[in-house]
């Protein structure tokens, strides 16, 4: 019988279920293998990397002023996409990436107002399903803002095209936008954009707002536009495999987190969970920034968040960083938190790095003195204890012998093919604080890099097998031979190197149970 790769009965071999498919490199017998997603059978093997960061050479320049704005990565063109929000225009500018070069082309205007555009305060996401760049920002027309969407077609050779805009008024007259708004991608419609934003109501009353657009080939439909919370706090927002929505608001020394579904047919947010999250009980003073990222590895969202330290300075702002998992009831369930460090820089931004099934928080800091900030990372783990440490990392950047700084971050983003994270950031430190390109650097903690992951064990081996050829691997409930050292009866686990041990790895995954020193029955837990 044979269904889908899987031989229950194998006259070929060692006469034990085992499953075909061919080899992905060289095997040996009795080597613990994975199964890859194009159905292909590989070993086990890690490859340990170090803490460290590279500057990128050619800066993007032409950003024209020290306020952070979007930059995107896409990743089936390997470039970046840098936006610029100055008067009445929206520009873009496209990098494309070899090794640590960004080779630029020039600002191309791709949307132009009647009404000044409020800088600073946009954001953008690049959309792969549909080859778009999608842009909210705000205008301001005589004291009275308007929420703006764009989408615009980037083709491979860098051709742009589109002219969609969806614009709506709110809020009373001069109202005081202090926040980026945070946008995400639906997990389960392709073709769903969420924002959540600062709205303006009237007087002094301000909302945590969210808005969802239903995105076409140049076209955009404003689906719903609610209001989350009322008050001017710091906010972040993103989404969860099964298209949970998870909204954290900062709420003096604590954390509200908002969960909900959206309705497709009623183009609607569901109703909405409350619960809130507490990081710290020292601070004596409110949060002001906190964002947070979701990590499929452990099925839930890291979270950091930023506390004056009692004068209000552009220094030594005291971050705290935890985990929470979301539960069945839809409340979050904090599992572990930390005070990480103080900070400086007025920007953070918080990536996730899959690899090292870590979060690393890119910031400018470490010099109480504007000019002279550095760039900063702080990664966030948990240990084989399943504590949560941090580890903090200062690169020396230079050109020649120029140390490069970091002002402020205008994005960071996880670049998949370097496995690498990327931030972007003004140099004060050798340009002084009138320069406004931007420098950028590839960061990588250190960490075990493995091909194995929570769901890919197959089994072991069942013969040598060169690189390409058919080859099989048993598989639970068989027994597989070519073990030495084993304890009979003793559950093992694979390693991230692909040996076996009496206790679980960073990646726990069971092989199985030793049935004599050297011979183990495959199980999966």
């Known amino acids: 019988y044979k269904a889908t790769g899987l031989d229950i009965k194998n006259s070929l071999g060692s006469d034990q279920p085992t499953y075909k498919g061919n080899a992905s490199g060289a095997l040996t017998s009795g080597e613990t293998v994975v199964l890859n997603s194009d159905g292909t059978i590989s070993g086990i093997d890690s490859t340990n990397f170090t803490s460290g960061a590279t500057l990128g050479t050619n800066r993007l320049q032409g950003e024209g002023d020290k306020e952070p704005n979007p930059i995107v990565y ?42 000044q555009i409020r800088n600073k305060y946009s954001t953008a996401l690049w959309d792969a399903d549909s080859g778009q760049i999608v842009i909210f920002f705000y205008t301001n027309q005589s004291g009275y803002y308007k929420a703006n969407l764009i989408v615009r077609a980037i083709s491979s050779n860098g051709t742009i095209t589109g002219s969609s805009h969806n614009v709506f008024n709110f809020g009373g007259q001069y109202p005081s936008i202090s926040r980026v708004p945070c946008i995400f991608k639906s997990a389960v419609e392709t073709s769903l954009i969420h924002v959540a934003w600062q709205k303006h109501g009237s007087g002094s009353t301000y909302y945590l707002g969210f808005v969802s657009y239903g995105i076409g080939s140049d076209s955009i439909t404003r689906e719903d536009e609610t209001n989350i919370a009322t008050d001017n706090d710091s906010f972040w927002a993103g989404t969860q495999p099964d298209g949970t929505i998870v909204i954290a608001k900062e709420n003096a020394y604590n954390v509200d987190i908002y969960t909900c579904q959206y309705n497709t047919s009623t183009n609607s947010l569901g109703t ?95 010099h109480p003195h504007e000019q002279n900030l550095q760039m900063g990372y702080i990664t966030m783990y948990f240990d084989s204890s399943n504590a949560l440490q941090t580890t903090k990392t200062y690169p020396l950047l230079r050109s020649g012998t120029h140390t490069i700084g970091a002002r402020s971050i205008d994005r960071a983003m996880y670049i998949p093919n370097k496995k690498q994270v990327v931030a972007f950031h003004i140099d004060a430190y050798w340009e002084g604080l009138t320069f406004y390109d931007r420098d950028f650097n590839f960061f990588q903690p250190t960490y075990t890099d493995t091909n194995l992951t929570a769901t890919n064990f197959l089994g072991f081996a069942d013969g040598a097998y060169a690189n390409g050829v058919e080859a099989k691997a048993i598989v639970y409930p068989g027994v597989a031979s070519g073990q030495s050292g084993l304890t009979t009866g003793t559950k093992y686990y694979v390693q991230m190197d692909g040996t076996l041990a009496t206790t679980a790895d960073d990646i726990s995954q069971v092989a199985g149970v030793a049935q004599s020193a050297t011979t183990i029955k495959v199980q999966y837990s």
Request: proline fraction near 4%; glycine fraction near 8%; charged fraction near 15%.
């Open 74 to 115: 896409d990743p089936a063109n390997d470039r970046f996409i840098a936006v610029r929000d100055d008067g009445n225009y929206i520009r873009i500018k496209i990098g494309t990436i070899s090794s640590t070069t960004v080779t630029w082309g020039s600002w191309t205007t791709v949307y132009t107002s009647t009404i």
């Open 272 to 366: 909405r969970t409350a619960s809130t999250i507490t990081l710290n009980s020292s601070e004596t003073n409110a949060g002001f920034n906190c964002q947070i990222v979701y990590d499929p590895s452990r099925s839930g969202w890291w979270i950091a968040s930023r506390y004056y330290d009692g004068s209000y300075t552009n220094y030594a702002r005291n971050v705290h960083v935890g985990f929470f998992t979301i539960t069945g009831s839809g409340s979050a369930s904090l599992t572990a938190k930390k005070y990480a460090s103080a900070i400086a820089g007025p920007d953070m931004w918080l990536v996730y790095h899959p690899p090292s099934r870590s979060a690393i928080l890119a910031h400018g800091g470490n």
